[in-house]
């Protein structure tokens, strides 16, 4: 009987998560479990719809970034369904509030949802799920980020624009570090830029720079995520930002 991969993507409703979703089901023997929101949506209709490859499957468990506990009843409903392990975490949800605003005008509480949302969410998917994790005999964890989170970057890519995302999104690296040094000796913990691709997001930062679109597709970052996940050793990944489109590392 061949080997299954359990996989867990969060925000699969949408942009990078949905397609990662996808190309996972396509692969034969994966377990997708796909944290959503909203199950109405027409694209995660759609993903329910999909035919899987054989041996592969679907889950989707409701997860809000902001909601502390609902981790933790994704976890309980993952082990209800049968599934005894999880061998490769994707915490790929992320968010800015809307509108952006600058550092002269962010008010308190955009910045505490965007450190719930991207910093405090994912810490809780990992304690959450981290027994899961810990069954699985290879397991990692990978945070993907942006270089909004990137305090060397700041003036280069003017990320002063979007201060709420681009410092929650920093507080997120300090967490992924964190667990990559805390739990080194059983885990591969990864931090990946997937790109600047065209999700909603990406072509609206696109445009605050001057470019009508981002230049890479969905397919392109989704694609180089999981490469990235599936080739990177621990001793590679330790201590950097990985920029998936080309194994470079990126500056903190």
Known sequence: MADITVILITGVSQGIGLRMAEICLERPNHVVIGSIRDDSTPAVKELQQKTPAEGSRLLLVHIESTAPGDPKTAAAAVAASGIDHVDIIIA??????????????????????????????????FQAFRHLLQKSKSPKWASITSTGGSISLVGPMKSYIVTAYGMSKAAQNYMTQALAHSQQEWLTVLDIHPGHS?????NWVARQIGMEQAPLTIDESANAVLETVLKTTREAALGKIIYAIDGSVMPW
Do not use: C, H, K, Y
């Open 92 to 125: 790929n949800a992320g968010a800015s509030p809307m509108p952006v605003l600058p550092i002269e005008t962010v008010p308190n509480e955009d910045l505490v949802w965007a450190f719930q949302t991207n910093a405090a969410g994912p810490l809780g998917l």
């Open 198 to 202: 065209r999700t909603g997001p990406g």
